[in-house]
Structures are given as structure tokens and as C-alpha cells.
């Protein structure tokens, strides 16, 4: 995540996720979220900021499953709302 109004360093880092490492019941539900996403289907740029917007957020996404790798870049307001609900349930696990 980067951008925003009053950024904070510290929660724009970047993070991991090892779905193998969750709980059963989290790492479920992020598959199920990926899935409702169609992560792999979408474009490499999912929307971009307004023209002249200013202090808006910009999350960008890798997800690595078996052979497959594909990384999402989106600003706010995600227009998509599966990657909008998928990037929700990404911060809450934020460690």
C-alpha cells in the first residue's frame, strides 16, 4: 500500500502472506476471496486514480498459487469489488 492522506510508513510496508502458515479457517477464506476476485483474470492495472486526484491510495498484489504468479496494481476508489473485498480481508491480517 502507498499514497494516502497522511501516509504512515509503517503500514505501507510490505507484507507476506504464507497461506500455509494461517489458520485453517483464514487461510480458506483468503482462497475463497481470491477466487470471488478472479485474481488471475484481472488486468496487471485495475483502475488508476481520477485524473488530477490527489493523496490517494495505491495497493499493489502478488499472489503466488502452485506454477502461477500474477501481481494487481489498483488505486482508490477500487472500482472491483471483489479485489476491493479481497484487499479488505489482506489488511485485517496484516500481523
Request: aromatic residues 6%; negative net charge; charged residues 25%.
Amino acid at each position: 500500500m502507498e499514497g494516502g492522506f497522511a501516509s504512515l510508513p509503517g503500514l505501507a510496508a510490505p507484507m507476506t502472506i504464507d497461506s500455509a502458515s494461517l489458520p485453517p479457517e483464514q487461510a480458506g477464506e483468503l482462497e475463497r476471496r481470491v477466487q470471488a476476485a478472479r485474481f488471475f483474470a484481472l488486468p496487471a492495472l485495475a483502475g488508476a486514480p481520477a485524473r488530477g486526484a490527489a493523496d490517494h491510495r495505491t495497493y499493489t498484489v502478488t499472489i503466488e498459487d502452485g506454477g502461477r504468479t500474477h501481481t494487481v496494481r489498483a488505486s482508490d476508489p477500487v472500482e472491483d469489488a471483489g479485489l476491493r473485498d479481497l484487499l479488505a480481508y489482506v489488511r485485517t491480517l496484516r500481523p
